[in-house]
């Protein structure tokens, strides 16, 4: 009976039989490799010659991977986000926290280190480790903290199938392995205990709007019949992004002033009458300066440092806060740096935080009795759902919530195409059209009634129209 093979060599490649695996070794850059290939014989022999081809020619080998630390592949990919892909600083912050719990699951449960060897099976069992575990749902460590839900496992996944796929695109893991996150689908896990979002009856928006005081009104109105989100009306700047005479709300990026629209996506958002009249009734004359106020200037009467400078000027003293910094600390600044620095600009210009609009929201909602309304975006879902219940066109509901004009279409075959995407490159909405329809969907909304009643008390020789 012939002896076995156990061994066989084509060109710069060296074929060996460990058990019953074939594994294949090599040089590549000075670097032994010693990939695994399995225990068919031919195929080992295949891609032995396919390696060697590659080694001669200069090609980067097959089979070649860099094997990493998870860990460190971690910082890499973030840093990769940071630093060339510019993702904002928010992103990050949410893909570190996702992918912190990868960590905690690999020093407790699963003491896995190459992200070469991460498998499937290490990949489900970390599926079942975050339906165990509690955390704290706004990050806060005084929060009462409660198991995670199936959006937040989803998340979490997903982001973790983001890094190991930037991985296999830079060759660190086996050619011949498969993302482990992508072989658990995912995307069929289902979604069964979802936060519900309960929208305001007729009633609950007026009683809650009658229930703001005349700094809150104007806030949660504009919120109301705009969609803006929270840190959108947090940003908005006099006269750049407000138009009274026009009527129109322009929401657009301010990257000199650190901060930008959540798509990048500018929009203009035509105002109906009584939202201008008491939005010109809250400026009162004043030209410069944030549309709205935080509390400690909007219902003293104070003015802020920097409420008499207008959009460039503003601009010219974040730079020179930002090269002041600089030069003091002899070094470029970091992002996060960066990022304190114009948000004390805004404070230093009166703007209220995105986060003082969602406790006062809060805070009204618990007040008037309304269970679930814990995010002003709920008022954001009133606005979109508006639109849809008086058939406003699908392009025109894109363009005022600030969403990309692409909408899944599957065809026939049940795969995803670009729907209305190439018809929105090609649409040019008018203006007027997206006041018409704004317009005729608010018209039955109760809060321009409680706008007439604000500004008739506001106003007590006007008629309030």
């Not at 996944?157 to 890094?163: A, F």
């Not at 989100?229 to 700047?237: I, K, S, T, V």
């Not at 070094?331 to 600009?345: C, K, M, S």
């Amino acid at each position: 009976m012939p002896k076995r093979l156990r061994s066989f060599r084509i060109g710069r490649v060296r074929g060996y039989l460990r058990g019953r695996i074939w594994y294949l070794q090599y040089h590549d850059s000075g670097v032994r490799r010693r990939p695994r290939v399995g225990p068919d014989l031919a195929a080992a022999r295949r891609l032995a010659a396919q390696t060697s081809a590659q080694l001669e020619s200069g090609d980067v080998a097959l089979l070649s991977f860099e094997p990493l630390a998870i860990p460190e592949l971690r910082r890499r990919w973030l840093e990769h986000h940071e630093h060339v892909l510019r993702s904002s600083i928010h992103t990050v912050d949410r893909y570190r926290t996702a992918t912190e719990h990868l960590l905690t699951f690999l020093q407790e449960v699963r003491p896995v280190r190459l992200a070469s060897v991460f498998t499937a099976r290490d990949a489900e069992a970390f599926v079942r480790y975050l339906r165990t575990i509690e955390v704290a749902p706004n990050g806060h460590q005084n929060t009462a903290k409660r198991r995670l839900r199936d959006k937040g496992v989803k998340y979490i996944l997903e982001t973790c199938r983001s890094l190991f796929t930037y991985a296999a695109k830079r060759r660190h893991l086996s050619p011949y392995a498969a993302n482990p996150f992508s072989t658990i689908e995912i995307d069929r896990i289902p979604v069964e205990d979802a936060k519900p979002v309960v929208l305001f009856t007729a009633e609950q928006e007026r009683q809650f709007l009658e229930a703001c005081d005349d700094w809150q009104f104007p806030i949660f109105l504009t919120l109301m019949l705009t969609g803006l989100r929270p840190g959108e009306l947090a940003h908005l700047l006099l006269p750049d992004d407000l138009d009274l005479e026009n009527r129109v709300l322009y929401v657009r990026n301010k990257p000199q002033l650190g901060w930008q629209v959540k798509t990048r996506s500018e929009r203009a958002i035509p105002l109906v009458p009584l939202l201008a009249e008491v939005l010109r009734e809250v400026l009162g004359g004043r030209e410069r300066g944030a549309v709205f106020l935080r509390p400690s200037y909007g219902r003293s009467g104070r003015i802020p440092p920097l409420a008499a400078k207008d959009r460039k000027e503003l601009e010219a003293e974040a730079a020179s806060r930002l090269s002041r910094q600089e030069l003091q600390l002899s070094r470029v600044l970091l992002r996060t740096e960066r990022a304190a620095i114009l948000r004390r600009v805004w404070r230093d210009l009166g703007a209220i935080k995105a986060d003082r609009i969602r406790t006062e929201f809060i805070r009204l909602a618990t007040r008037c009795g309304i269970p679930g309304a814990t995010a002003p975006k709920l008022l954001r879902h009133m606005f979109a759902t508006c639109l849809q219940d008086a058939n406003v066109d699908p392009l025109v509901r894109n363009i005022l919530m600030g969403h990309a004009p692409v909408i899944p279409c599957p065809d026939q075959h049940g795969k995803s195409g670009m729907g209305l995407g190439m018809t929105a490159v090609y649409t040019q909405t008018r203006p007027e059209t997206l006041r018409r329809q704004c317009e005729a969907a608010l018209s039955v909304r109760p809060a321009l009634h409680a706008a007439g009643e604000w500004l008739a008390r506001r106003r007590p020789s006007s008629s309030g129209s």
